[in-house]
């Protein structure tokens, strides 16, 4: 067994005022593990850690212990110090005597030296035992697939196509675009949809790393980051891939105002998509059109704001006023939705053109005149408080992005959650692209209703991502966590003490536990990509089959029973 | 029985990612807690075995914290909900032998929290003062 | 309400829908032990007292022959819980697995403070209505008064353990090997009384979401400590909280296991704050 | 050719929050070069200064520390902290950069957090950074600091120098990112408002840090005006925005951080009136619409929609009054409060322009949106999500900027 190093940080007296280090370093010397025990002035100055590190080599010794300041203090920045002098990081362990015992304690002399004796011996039975993880490289596939070629889909194939990967695009219909192709006009730039993809599409047909499948599903995934196998069922039959990481980007639907007011039952209520075919054949012929925003949205069913709705009225309703003189646009709304500074400059000049901007309230919305045809549409206005009849000829319903039915499927088999209405999930607002699952990223309004620019720059953020995932060829298990310094270690199960109860498997939330058959039992695996060594499957196994090799049971047993020795 | 006064033993199990530091905060702001605690630090509230933590007890320590992350804010996936769960049951166990359910205390809080955690300390050096001695549990002698 | 069960018995060995069927047997000289009995005529010796656990038996027959092996089992109310948690832990192979399922009398009832005397599967006899085991004066003098009463009450019980593991073999759910209870870092090896702390709270918590409460182990204990007891409260903390009961539904793991999403308390909000002492900060 | 033969690229990322250190670490992790500068002390941005985060009113701590940590500890990350772009100039194919690099009065790679200095200060000026910077350091108040050394006396470690230079760093780049934030801007000049009369009208910043748990008032919330506990809070939205007096942009955060402050207090303590004037609430992402809903058992955040005219303390300390037209009844109200709290005014800023004619152009707000390599809030108002969102895509365009 190598012997430790120990170095006792003074941090120029703010320790050794409280602590009293020279009786600490008697207690200690006693340790047979223990081979030096030095007390030095500070570890954190430069060039301390170089000195520090001539010691240690001179001793020749494996392992070292650092009792200074906190980890959050500059504890991290030591241990960086000696990792670039050439220590094994891995190998220095640190016990913090300053924010959790000296400036604490500082009027229990006794006490606070006594809990610093027992800090020091708990993390030494930690050092002494402590084991390495077995590492396993991952050979990381270096295509990617994306699922959806929408304006989301189509900038990540491109974007990882550029950067060099070849990616595989997949869409259930037959050709690219997604719901842009019906757009005949993009906010805030006026561009039509089509146009706007239109680069990333002609890149589809023309980069030989991208290659399109149209009217093609998944059909199984198994793998995980790195080296997912899927299957594909296309119209040429099925295609088996291997790709190192997959971009979610299948799209929403818009919800179909069904029963609402007189959607179906009278004429000229339309739908946004519907007047947008409209403009496509020009049919669009209207003197007064009244728009209603929040059609099925932010109410009981779905609470949500579909973000889209109201800049697309706002570009509607402009669009009216624009092209036929003397025609009139009115927004019914509840909030107008236009956030940041591009947006708000697109209302202010809706409302310089001229549009009518009427606010309801949601328990008491619109109603619409006409029996066959919409004759006008009466609305209590809550600002002048009147209640107003507009004439109109022309209804417009602002209705929401509602998920696809078909993205909770694909959740379940890439092992991603999707939140309560059924758009995919992301781990952490600050890591948005990024699913709990390693290697797989959501973009465009599957993930959350987002307009089309937005729904690009999110199919090139996805882009970004997998392709720093990809960047390198292989990479070690160890590092495949999001914490720098990689992760503790990962569980690993004893095959030949593992009942097989698969409370492991239950209790993983990253499903990096799986039951495999040996003989006439079932033992548990780990995979360890998967694993980002969160314990719980260590404190639910019934017998201690599941272990952390960098802290086992034998470990955590040996440090609770230090805690509060007194001198032997 | 006489009060366990001058004999109080916390061993707390803190995570890294909020227990700890608020605990951590606690010390940049040198708030004086008494010197009856000690710290194992864990990746994660998820990696407190209840086993450990009856091993605690049975080693002479006479309470037990865990302090973890918000119940919503775990790093890895609310992995810290199926431990907030576990603990809660064997506070349960604890009750039912009259060791005490109160003997474990579980704050599950935020790093920034730190005046909080401080203060939890304190209030649970103070509580674990004024129980019963545990040494009937310890030496079964006659 | 033996015949039924002999008849039933007879049955799948004549249908041939399973290769054994595990029971009691009334041998020589009138001892009873558990049986695999194999041939229709055999069944007339199949007797259903006492109450005998065959749960862990079954697992270890089922491991033993080759996979097509079937198995049926004769069963109470609380060995029918024991074999779903069984088969929850895939200690047994739902397939491989039929139940003969007979209720116990009231009588029984009362002398296990069995809450369910009846499978879920009954082919013998009629359900009679459990008994509340927390209602019991003899689990209520174990439950009841302040924390350092109670203590006094379990330390003097506790301390007369002679660590047979009885308790933990009779338990038809133990059944990992190793055993932690065995393990110097958890329990203290060579020390009589077993640690109390550590032996007991250890052995009870790893059964507080599997316990189904048939009270092998109480019945096991040669010096009579009431250990059945100890699981109560835990089983009743899951029963409130999470609507949860081990040994009911096979395809139900316990609560404890998963997030509040997947297993949520009903009528309880999921937490922002968890503070132990109840003060929000 | 192979995806790690394409070339790697030298790229400059100005401003280290949310949306640099986010372009930064994914531009390491493809292999490029990354030079960060940050204006201030640390990375963070201003996300490290907040207490709470919306949606999820947990604390942004560990998964910011989490990118602080991991830009510090990558090879290819070079952070430039108190710097600032001195010019920028057209070269080659890329750009010329003069990065100037400053040191602190407090020297943070020495500074060891002791905090004598802060007893040996005679004017109070040296005090502990904000409560969540890792590592923690001393701040000296540069502006208000008499240079009486009596610090520097006291200081073990001889961290604190008074006389030290820039030090300027030249650097070949080929592409920059800016991603500067946002800075609070002065509500002096719309008079209505009141802000600077009276210690209980804060902005939402300044109430924040006043709030905060880990702050000096451990989370309760108190009066600033006499430590009291409130009866009554305020949250003015678009104060100072949409306002084209001063800043004509909706500034996109300002409606859910008030929420999350009225919620967070009402949370704590149900007892007082927290009241929302809005004029929209937009609340455009996931589940803010929902969080909006929130209700505290009856109890919640009272939603009103209204623009305050006038804003002005009452005469012996008897709160704020606040005169506004509640739209939902055309009728004019004074209500009175005992803090106000200021939302909106939040402009986007490059903490200094560079020179030199690679320049970033601003529009006419204050924005860098005119190239494809901006992220943040510097180009549009942006939340943590979609500053992160942006920034990838801005790393994405760095890198795949055509300049044959």
Known sequence: MSKISLFLCNCFGEIGKVIDLESLKKRLETDPAVESITIVDSLCMPGDAAKAQVLIRER????????????????????????????????????????GCAWIHGKDPEGATRKAANQLEMELALLQNMRDSKDVAIGLQQEALVIGAGPAGLSAAS???????????????????????????????????????????????????????????????KGYAGDFKVKLAGPGGDTALRVGAVVLA?????????????????????????MERRFATGALNCKRAVFIQCVGARSADRPYCSTICCPLSLKNAMRIVDETPGAMAYVLHRDIMTPGSLLEAYYRKALQKGVQFIRFDADRPPEVRGQEQVSGVEVFDTISGVNRVIESDLLVLSTPFIPDPESAALAGMFDIPVDKYGFYSEGYPIHPLETRNDGIFICGTARWPVSSDQAIAQGEAAAMK?????????VSALTMSRVPGGKLGHASADAAACTGCGNCVAVCPYKACRLQRMGNRSVSRVIKVRCKSCGNCISVCPNGAMQMPEQNYRVTGEIIRRAFREVR | MSADRGNVKILVFACRWCGLIGADGAGRKRIELPSSFRVIPVDCAGYVEPDAVIRAFASGATGVAVLGCHVGGCRFNDANHPALKRLEMLKTLLDTTGIGGNRLLLGFGTAHESHQYADMIVDFHRELEGLPSMASWLSPGQ | MLEPIRQKAKEILEKKEADGVLGLRKGLWDVIHPHVFTTPEEIDALVLEPKWLLAKMARAILREKPRSYRLAVAVRGCDERALVELIKRNQIDHERLLTIGYACDGGQAKACLCSRPYPQKLDAGSAVEGVDPLADERVKAYLEGDAGERMEK???????????????????????????????????????????????????????DTCVACGACQEACPVGIPLMTLQLSMRAALKKEYHYEAGLDANRKSPVLFDFEKEPRPGQDVPDWVDSMGKKP | MQPNEKKKRTILVVGAGVAGMSAALDLAGGGHRVHLVESGYDLGGQVAKLDKFYPTDHCAFCPLWTEIRRCKENPSITIHAHGRVETMEKANSGYRAVIAESTPVIDPELCIYCGRCESACPKGIARPIWEHAYPPVYLIDEDRCGECRACADVCPTKAIGFDREEAQTELAIDEVIWSAGFTEVSLAPLKEYGWGTHPDILTSLEFESWKAEAGENKGTILRRSNKTSPRSIAFIQCAGARDLRLLPQCSAVCCMHALKQAQWVKRRNPGIDCVILYTDLRTVG??????????????????????????????????????????????REIWKFDMVVLNGNLKPTLSSMPAGNARPELDGEGFVNNTATSCGFVMEPADVTESAIQAASAAL????????
Not at chain 1, 250 to 274: C, D, H, S, W
Not at chain 4, 397 to 404: A, E, N, Q, Y
């Open chain 1, 60 to 99: 020749g010794i494996g392992k070292v212990l650092i009792g200074g300041c906190s980890p959050y203090g500059k504890m991290e920045f030591v241990k960086l110090g000696l990792a670039k002098e050439g220590t094994d990081i891995r190998t220095v362990r640190t016990v913090d005597l300053r924010e």
């Open chain 1, 159 to 221: 974007g990882l196509a550029r950067l060099g990967f070849k990616s595989h695009l997949v869409d259930r219909g037959s050709a690219p675009g997604g719901l842009l192709n019906v757009i005949t006009k993009t906010y805030p730039t006026d561009e039509p949809g089509p146009e706007k993809i239109k680069s990333l599409v002609d890149e589809t047909g023309n980069n030989p790393l991208i290659r399109f499948y149209a009217k093609t599903k998944v059909s199984s995934v």
């Open chain 1, 250 to 274: 299948t799209g929403a639907r818009i919800l179909f105002p069904q029963k609402m007011y007189g959607y179906g039952k009278i004429k000229n209520v339309i739908t946004q998509m519907e």
């Open chain 1, 466 to 474: 997998a392709a720093s995932f990809l960047g390198k060829n292989t």
């Open chain 3, 154 to 208: 379990w330390t003097a019980q506790l301390k007369r353990c002679i660590k047979c593991y009885g308790c933990r073999n009779s338990c038809p759910i133990c059944v990992c090997v190793p055993c932690k209870l065995e393990d110097d870092v958890w329990v203290e090896r060579g020390v009589i009384p077993a640690e109390m702390v550590s032996f007991h709270h250890i052995r009870a918590f790893h059964l507080s």
């Open chain 4, 286 to 331: 996931r589940n803010y619409y929902e969080y909006a809903l929130r209700d505290f058992g009856g109890n919640g955040v009272r939603l009103v929609r209204g623009r305050p005219s006038l804003i002005y303390p009452l005469p012996g300390g008897d709160g704020i009054a606040v005169k506004f037209e509640d739209t939902a009844t055309q009728k």
């Open chain 4, 397 to 404: 365009r760095s890198i795949l900027v055509d300049k044959s």
